[in-house]
């Protein structure tokens, strides 16, 4: 780990289209700051509550999926609204939230493989919510990542690489050029979901504990069917959360679509190379 890069610039300084240019470029951002001392002390204590069960691979890595409907602060950490200002932007609206998860990184941990979150035939442990084609996990950390508690770890520009090692079904133990990204409690990273990533091992004395929930653009759905939300646990999500539990099926396609479709638009700022430049 003393010869890893470590990625710890002045976050806070990158404008809109810098972040832009980041999570595109390289496939992941820090946004740091995004959640105040007490309100991470509120989701600490609604953590502390759950119950987790350990990975396959150890017993010092304790998940809790399924989050969205557990109410409270962590389904109102869904709708947080600086991290959607930014999604926002980055998708040009219409936002879809996929999931939300709980992870605890203990002493002992051995880290996390570096692996991709997206599978564009599907898998056994994404499902076909791995194929969408694209989607942005966004982890928040309720404690300091320092160098010996579990620091993300990411391989930049992974997902824009066409050989045959980027393979998205690949699980890698290391990589010459991974990136250690050391992020202060309360910041979030947030990843291209098919960059490849992963955390160290907790060599520290204390556990990290993680939030992270993912988000799609709405037009870019699976390839096949995945289940619906249930209409009763709908009904009782806040205002504010409920308008990003669209159908998790969307996807805006046209299969049949000609050349010269009526009514095309001369301008697209989206795609604009420029976009990057944005303050």
Same mark, same amino acid.
């Given at each position: 780990?003393?010869? *890893?890069r470590?990625? $710890?610039?002045e ?5 809109l ?5 980041q ?10 700051d995004? &959640? ?6 509120? %989701? ?31 389904? $109102? %950490?869904i709708a947080?609204?600086?991290?959607? !200002?930014?999604?926002?932007?980055? @998708? ?7 999931s939300c ?5 203990e002493p ?5 493989s ?21 989607? *942005?996990?966004?982890?928040?950390? %309720?404690?300091? &990542?320092?160098?010996?508690v579990?620091?993300f ?31 202060e409690?309360?910041?979030?990273? %947030? ?8 955390? @160290?091992?907790?060599?520290? !004395?204390?556990?990290r504990?993680?939030l ?9 759905g ?11 646990? &709908?009904?009782?999500?806040? $205002?504010?959360?409920?308008?990003l539990?669209a159908?998790?099926?969307?996807r ?10 009526a ?13 990057? $430049?944005r303050?």
């Open positions: 780990m003393d010869a *890893v470590v990625d $710890d610039r976050w806070s300084r990158l404008t289209g810098e972040r832009i240019r999570i595109e470029l390289d496939g992941y951002v820090v946004l740091p995004l &959640l105040a001392p007490g309100h991470v002390a509120r %989701l600490k204590a609604e953590t502390a509550r759950l119950e987790t069960r350990p990975v396959d691979y150890s017993v010092h890595q304790q998940v809790c999926p399924n989050l969205q409907f557990n109410g409270g602060p962590i389904t $109102d %950490l947080h609204p600086p991290t959607l !200002a930014f999604l926002n932007e980055l @998708f040009g609206g219409e936002t879809i939230f996929m998860t709980y992870a605890r990184s002992g941990h051995p880290g996390i570096l692996h991709t979150d997206g599978q564009p035939y599907g898998s056994q442990i994404f499902g076909y919510g791995g194929s969408v084609p694209f989607m *942005v996990r966004v982890l928040y950390y %309720l404690d300091d &990542l320092t160098r010996d579990s620091p770890r990411v391989i930049p520009r992974s997902h824009l690489s066409m050989h045959a090692d980027a393979n998205p079904y690949k699980r890698y133990e290391d990589h010459p050029e991974q990136v250690m990204v050391p992020v409690s309360g910041g979030a990273v %947030l990843i291209n979901h098919k960059v490849f990533h992963g955390n @160290f091992p907790n060599t520290g !004395a204390h556990a504990e993680m992270a929930i993912a988000y799609r653009p709405a037009w870019a699976p390839i096949d069917e995945v289940p619906a939300w249930d209409e009763a646990d &709908l009904s009782a999500l806040p $205002d504010s959360v409920r308008p539990f159908d998790p099926n969307t805006h396609w046209d299969f049949h679509g000609g050349n010269k479709p009514n095309m638009a001369s301008e697209a700022p989206g795609i604009n190379p420029s976009r990057w $430049d303050r």
